[in-house]
């Protein structure tokens, strides 16, 4: 499933969709508490960063379970260009050119890499 979270924010999800759903409500606040308090867009890193720290925090305490779902997040920043991001639920964050996650994810893998 894909998402919108602002004019130059997406997201991909591979897992339980509630879990994706609550953290794209999160995302989608964040995003526009940013633009309403700063007046510009929130750069891409910065909400991945918060993300991750967000899934982090479940793994630290007994009270939540983690997050049960990985994400990719693709944006464009003006000053800086092009990015994808891909979340995993230990609070991971990887910036890559090009990636593939979920059941199949292989097979696109060796195709980007291949091309």
Same mark, same amino acid.
């Given at each position: 499933?894909?998402?919108?979270?602002?004019?130059?924010? %997406?997201?991909?999800?591979?897992?339980?969709?509630?879990? &994706?759903?609550?953290?794209?409500?999160?995302?989608?606040?964040?995003?526009?508490?940013?633009?309403?308090?700063?007046?510009?867009?929130?750069?891409? $890193?910065?909400?991945? $960063?918060?993300?991750?720290?967000?899934?982090?925090?479940?793994?630290?305490?007994?009270?939540?379970?983690?997050?049960?779902?990985?994400?990719?997040?693709? $944006?464009?920043?003006?000053?800086?260009?092009?990015?994808?991001?891909?979340?995993?639920?230990? %609070?991971?964050?990887?910036?890559?050119? &090009?990636? &593939?996650? $979920?059941?199949?994810?292989?097979?696109?893998?060796?195709?980007?890499?291949?091309?």
């Amino acid at each position: 499933k894909v998402f919108r979270i602002d004019n130059h924010i %997406g997201i991909a999800i591979s897992g339980l969709t509630a879990d &994706a759903r609550s953290l794209y409500r999160w995302m989608r606040t964040e995003s526009l508490n940013h633009k309403f308090v700063f007046g510009s867009s929130m750069q891409t $890193g910065r909400l991945v $960063g918060a993300l991750a720290d967000k899934h982090q925090e479940c793994t630290q305490s007994y009270v939540r379970r983690p997050y049960g779902v990985g994400l990719l997040v693709a $944006g464009y920043d003006k000053s800086t260009g092009p990015h994808l991001y891909q979340t995993d639920p230990a %609070g991971n964050y990887f910036e890559w050119k &090009a990636m &593939a996650i $979920g059941a199949r994810s292989q097979t696109a893998k060796t195709y980007l890499e291949k091309h």
